[in-house]
């Protein structure tokens, strides 16, 4: 058979010239830290030339061009057009800034490029370790199981799928859902993040199942319709099978009675599944702490890195307080994955039992070289000033003849919008998103926009390690100008009621 | 109100010294690049220390060290310990070996930092172009859509997902599994990777809808035993919703006849899913292309960028034939992420609205950076290299007197162990375990073993671009030796049957 074909060549991806290339590496770290260190002078956000959107239309290239001509356009086509999220004035939604440290640490796991669902490597360890670490932070049982995961979205499936499987007397992963009898029913209020209805989704569980319970007035789940709905599920022959409490809720950073829910979930015997995807981490600050008081009785945790410990995308996490549980639900070993005792196959780390992904990226570097980087405390004053930014920023709004808070301020979420006296609610709308979206289309900073019963509000997340004070005065006082134009250019020219 | 609280401090995790941490920067890259240049100097793996070990159960630090202690730790503990993945000789189940422009390209997707799950900002076209760049490269429909995603595991889910939504005539996403009568079931070889029925499991349909049938002597899926399978089902009122096919499987990378398959799929109207992990990508090749012939007439289709394009972690695709359906699946607006027509809440990109995921990285930067520097007609000749480099060692192999092959070569996959007259199949299996986990514990090769009829093999998968000739014929002299040391030891002294 060996004449049937040529001896095969031996054609690398590697560089030809290895001192070019580290070069050329180099040069990009300084262009990154410089274009870095200088974006508070940049706008925040710009539009997209269409020429330039015409370039991403491109056929794939057959031939290849030099490197350097492909970093060229890098810098040319997709720098100069950012998300925004790095400035010292982005806002928007819940969208963390990310680190030069942590880029780096991003490119040192892509170096060393492992694959961490399991097996014995170093990786693996850092894994582990970033894990245990996040037990600590969230201040939750050491006994748990855990797994890095690409976000929230992805901690709170894990979540509940371990819910799920654990709720019924059959084996859910063998059997599955279709025509059992009776149904299962999980329970969230309705400030409850859309990730939760997502999961319930795909898990086949249905959306019809997620109770969407009534908040109270701080936009906290309300314990007593909580009870009523439970109770009437039982009664009508379904099995509650989760609820899920929020430990900063996404439109206004409200935190659920922890607590309650836990007390409830032991009475009746329910999974108690915490969402914080970015609140979990107030657990670091001793003044935010009590107020998460209960968390650490939940029976599953999801939270993002990526979010408040203002890590580089993707990292979040699920912790399960019951790990064979958590294992049971994921573990899934064919042939060619056999673990041996000996060699590259053995190990005890095996997080592809422990979630979806079967191949797995050394997401812990980047959390792990900043946890020793910047050490908790520092974690927990730059969350602190963050939720500082958010009180100041109230206070403001609040002293402000023009402006009102529409929903109460809770860590770092800041809800608001420009009043104008005699403006109908319909004008008002259109007033405030023409000011966010010239705030934003100017460059001038970018918070976003929600509704909150109703209305249109403007929304500052707070999660940005390079806002200043100055940045937030230059907010507000960039809204006064913006909305004596908009009244100027009778954009709200609508009858006044 | 703003008495009670001091006025906000303005600490950053930005670098203090900016032309320090260039400089660390660029240390790390010159040393990364140091230490990939002469990778093949290093044994492929090697033991982790206890005393390593033990420094990854110390808690986390409360206080920060400098960044330089901490990379020194990173080289002190982590660098020497690899996966073994980068290394010429690492053949081990099917990991990809990543590249330094890939690295690179991860570096600069971290410090960018978007948030690509839609948006009016660059990073969201670059995602849409290598999403194109990819039905470019597997021929199939422009219409189609498409999400880039962990990996395989990420991809077969979300591909399951729009299946089992469309095989029914209510409203999945709402009412779910749960009571729901005819049972869906679904259809592939024994040879499918696991992630299929992890998928199943998930998604509530449960393992045992995963008809699991036969595969003939080229271990592909036996058409027609596929077809009884399904008539029997349709007899017993169960509704079949997808049949997968194998691009490559894992095992041995056989090919399912993927027009056989599709053809049966549109005469029962049955979703036609094709996973193609590796396999996909050898549609690059003229010589290999006709054999995937049908997987353009998929419902959807799954691969990976991280094994033969040599991406470093993670990377995944799913394309889906029908946008619309996909979208459907997945799409779910809330009021805080209301997208505007105008600044970056605008734009024509919302990729949570196909996928699980609601925050994503940059996963794109690097397979855009890497197709245009290498250009598609590199990465066909590198993936016709280690296919070249499949049958040369199975011609070795062939051709040896004391090994056989165990399977059919297929694609980029040799599965073979080493005989011994007169040893029983129990000893071979023992010898061979023996063979294998010395190889990997010496350092001097890692392949990876798996059962095959029962068998314990040795299995090697080529996706490594460091590759050369010379490094599959030490491996073979390696096995020569060995196996006389095993022998020596006295290591098989069962008595011989």
Known sequence: MSELFSRPGNETLDPQDWAAQTELGQQMVADMFDYLANIRKEKVWRPIPDEVKAKFKEPAPLDPQTQEDVYQEFRDLIMPFPMGNLHPRFWGWVIGTGTVSGALAEMLAAMLNPNTGGGEHVANYVEQQVIDWCKEMLGYPTSASGLLVSGCSMANLVGLTVARNSAVNYDMRRDGLQGARPILTAYASFETHSSIQKAMELLGLGSVSLRKIPVNSNL?????????????DKQRGFIPMCVVGNAGTVNTGAIDDLNGLADICKRENIWFHVDGAFGALAALLPTQSPRLSGMERADSV????????????EIGCVL??????????FTLTPAYLTHNDRGPSGGENWFSDFGIQLSRGFKALKAWMSIKEYGLRKYARLIQQNIDQALYLTSKIEAHSHMEMMAPQSLNIVCFRYVIPGYSEQQLDRLNTEILLRLQEQGIAVPSGTEIEERYV????????????EDLDLLLQSIEILASEIQDDAFVEVPVV
Chains 1, 2 share one sequence.
């Open 302 to 313: 999801a939270f993002d890195l990526h979010k408040w410990m203002y890590l580089p995308y």
């Open 458 to 469: 403007i929304r500052a997340a707070m999660c940005n390690h390079r806002t200043r004070v």
């Open 320 to 329: 399960v307080r019951d790990q064979e549980l958590h294992r049971e639900a």
């Open 220 to 232: 906290q789940i309300d314990l007593e319709a909580l009870d009523m709905s439970i109770a009437s």
